[in-house]
């Protein structure tokens, strides 16, 4: 299997970090749907929407086509790498809509070389005008696919960030990567970080991130392969299988009242929590203390239901994957 080495200076070890990519998910799970057969894990997502109107076939959506290329590839603009764990659905359709004609056009033809869907020769024509279409489709597309099913993928991304940083303080990068998926070895001697690839003749399967950074992003509908991107203008990015997509699909457990196991005010404060939010605003929403907010929040994430997200100085409270469950 072909291989890709990057050296990652002490500069790139420095900014590694993790984030959460809806528009990746996005894109991946449109070719989940696609290609069904390599996806049986997301069976009861796959059932429910099969048939959505952006997949009736090529050439009726300029968004089916862009993610027609090698299973390998996408166009790079589709997904800018996200650089915050917080990072919306919205602030990377925006940096798409912004892509430069001649990133467009570059992309294209590294996806798709001399086989360009002749959906697409319009955007190679019009990169930017054709950009708001394709935005526009794929917003319609989240809305009805998976907008309704984000808490609870979301809940799994941040649950696999929370446990690979704790991984990376407690047991370093060495073990980190190893632990993320087979695929990815890191020598730390050297500084080199070697990735499986499927993609068959890499151009450059040797490269240096000369300070650039690596952004790790969990993914649902990655499974079970690694994807990543180096290409400049973009911070490099690998996407991984995130940790228990096996639990993801499971059905609801029942919604048995909480506040007798939780308590009141920890049960009223996970319920609150469907969205991060901060100690503040929690205390302001529920009229309690902060410090009483902070005190149930850590007997909270010390049982494994939430946990702490630091964005600079400020610090978001959300579920865990185990706490999300309770609410299915």
Do not use: C
Request: hydrophobic letters at 40%; a positive charge; glycine letters at 8%.
């Amino acid at each position: 299997m072909p291989t890709l080495t990057l050296s990652l200076g002490t500069a790139d070890l420095s900014l590694l970090r993790w984030a959460v990519s809806p528009a990746w998910e996005l894109l991946a799970s449109i070719r989940t749907l696609t290609r069904p057969a390599s996806h049986a894990i997301h069976m009861p997502w796959l059932s429910a929407h099969r048939h959505d109107p952006l997949l009736t076939g090529p050439g009726t959506s300029a968004a089916h086509d862009l993610t027609a290329g090698p299973p390998s590839h996408l166009p790079g603009f589709l997904a800018p790498t996200p650089l915050s764990p917080l990072t919306t659905l919205d602030d990377e359709l925006d940096e798409v809509r912004r892509t430069p004609s001649a990133v467009v056009r570059r992309d294209l033809a590294s996806a798709f070389g001399d086989d360009l869907p002749p959906g697409l020769a319009p955007m190679l024509r019009a990169p930017r005008r054709e950009l708001e279409t394709v935005v526009a489709d794929l917003r319609r597309y989240w809305q009805r696919t998976l907008d309704p099913a984000w808490p609870r993928i979301r809940a799994l991304l941040e649950s696999d960030i929370h446990y690979r940083a704790r991984s990376l303080t407690e047991r370093g990068p060495a073990a980190m990567f190893a632990d993320i998926h087979p695929g990815l070895t890191f020598d730390q001697a050297t500084g080199t970080l070697r990735i499986a690839s499927r993609q068959a003749g890499l151009p450059d399967p040797h490269r240096s991130l000369e300070g650039r950074g690596l952004v790790l992003v969990p993914s649902a509908f990655a499974w079970p392969r690694l994807y990543f991107k180096t290409s400049e203008p973009w911070v490099p990015v690998i996407r991984y299988p995130v940790r228990g997509i096996g639990t993801l699909w499971e059905p609801p457990a029942g919604t048995a009242d909480l506040a007798p196991a939780l308590g009141a005010t920890r049960a009223l404060l996970l319920e609150l929590l469907e969205t991060p939010a901060g100690t503040l605003e929690l205390a302001n929403r529920t009229g309690l203390a902060p410090g009483g907010v902070s005190a149930h929040l850590h007997k909270l994430a010390r049982a494994g239901l939430v946990a702490p997200h630091r964005t600079g100085r400020i610090v978001l409270y959300a579920r865990t994957a185990r706490g999300e469950a309770l609410y299915r």
